[in-house]
């Protein structure tokens, strides 16, 4: 039984190198014509697709393909978009949005022309019928709006979710009915019982770990299963987004800002044991310690390994492009595929690496705060 699980996961990240590495040999090919489709060859394209690829979308885009009459087909799915204009809210599917002459996306929607530049959706100002740039390439004719469209990266929070509901719900059923947890239930409580044992309790301490056992299941479930899920060739890449890691970090801020001791407080604002003229500075240090520099320091490393990771995983499949000329296309191919794969899995060690350590950064800042000194 063992030896078919290995299998089973070598087979997985085999699969998950070989569509990387095809994803790119289907963007192969590029002829000079700006207008092909969005296929890439040379080094600056392939920069730009990765990332086009790294950032959020609202659509999915599977896969390429040349049809027989030679027409560039995309194969995938849009998404809602959801956006608050002048005119008020706006609804519509993203599939709406088409390419006109000059390369720009516009759609018109209840009298409101809206343009999508570089991801990001505009609204066109009054009489405006195409986007001008100004010579640093912004918009001068639209403003922004508030975007609140369902992107790819809500699809992969709300999986997240599912996942996580689904799992420790039956985890907790069979708590309840048996003392042995089976299937699904059983795969979980090792990893449980690793993060009750291995980062709760010995960062926090015995008195009040359970307190904040909740929240740290969850965040080391969730960044791990996130983490996991940009390594499938659907392209999620949430934890690889600023704004996830920020709002990760400020959970972790908020709850042992809310939970600090009195003696946390103490020694923060009013440091005992130090001459009273240094500790005015002392406060200010520390306060920038636990409000700014812990936070920067959580989001950034989730942010920037994940997506260094994802960038140096679909270079290297990138490869099988730029040697051909060398290599032939089976040699470069072959180059970028075995490579591709041993960084793949190195990348899976690197998913459950980096929820573990954001989760054991948040227990110990959590631990830092709720301990109570002894006082002689």
């Not at 002048?86 to 599939?95: I, P, R």
């Not at 929070?157 to 509901?165: G, H, Q, R, S, V």
């Not at 970090?249 to 042992?256: G, N, Q």
Request: glycine share 6%; proline share 3%; charged share 15%.
């Amino acid at each position: 039984m063992k030896i078919a699980q290995k299998s089973i996961k070598f087979l997985t990240i085999v699969a998950i190198s070989l569509f990387t590495t095809l994803s790119f040999a289907s963007e192969s090919n590029k002829t000079d014509n700006q207008n092909d489709g969005g296929r890439v060859n040379t080094k600056q394209e392939i920069n730009d697709y990765i990332k086009h690829h790294l950032a959020d979308s609202h659509d999915f885009s599977l896969f390429s393909y040349t049809s027989d009459a030679g027409e560039r087909k995309h194969v995938g799915f849009s998404l809602p978009v959801i956006v608050w204009t002048s005119k008020g809210l706006v609804t519509f599917m993203s599939s709406e949005f088409h390419h006109n002459d000059d390369g720009h996306v516009i759609v018109e929607k209840d009298g409101l022309k809206l343009a999508k530049i570089h991801s990001k959706i505009y609204e066109l100002d009054n009489g405006a019928t195409q986007v001008s740039f100004d010579e640093t390439h912004h918009a001068k004719n639209a403003h922004k709006i508030l975007d609140f469209s369902i992107t790819k990266s809500v699809v992969g929070i709300l999986i997240a979710a599912f996942l996580i509901f689904f799992g420790f719900s039956k985890l907790a059923k069979q708590y309840k009915s048996k003392a042995i947890p089976t299937g699904l239930g059983r795969a979980l409580e090792p990893l449980v019982l690793y993060v009750r044992d291995e980062i709760a309790r010995p960062n926090i301490g015995e008195k009040k770990y359970k307190k904040f056992m909740p929240y740290l299941l969850t965040v080391f479930f969730f960044i791990w299963i996130l983490n996991l899920m940009g390594l499938t060739p659907i392209g999620f890449n949430v934890t690889g987004q600023i704004a996830i890691t920020v709002c990760l970090a400020i959970f972790t801020l908020i709850i042992y800002i809310s939970n600090g001791s009195k003696d946390f407080w103490m020694h923060t604002l009013w440091m005992p044991g130090v001459p009273k003229l240094l500790r005015p500075i002392l406060a200010v240090l520390e306060l920038a310690g636990y409000l700014l520099i812990k936070p920067f320091s959580l989001l950034v490393r989730l942010f920037a390994n994940i997506t260094a990771g994802h960038s140096v995983v679909m270079g290297i499949a990138a490869l099988m492009l730029l040697l051909k000329a060398e290599f032939g296309t089976v040699g470069a191919t072959g180059i970028s595929f075995f490579l591709t794969l041993f960084l793949t899995v190195i990348e899976v060690l690197v998913a459950f690496l980096q929820a573990f350590i954001f989760t054991m950064l948040s227990a110990l800042f959590i631990g830092m705060a709720v301990e109570e000194h002894e006082h002689h």
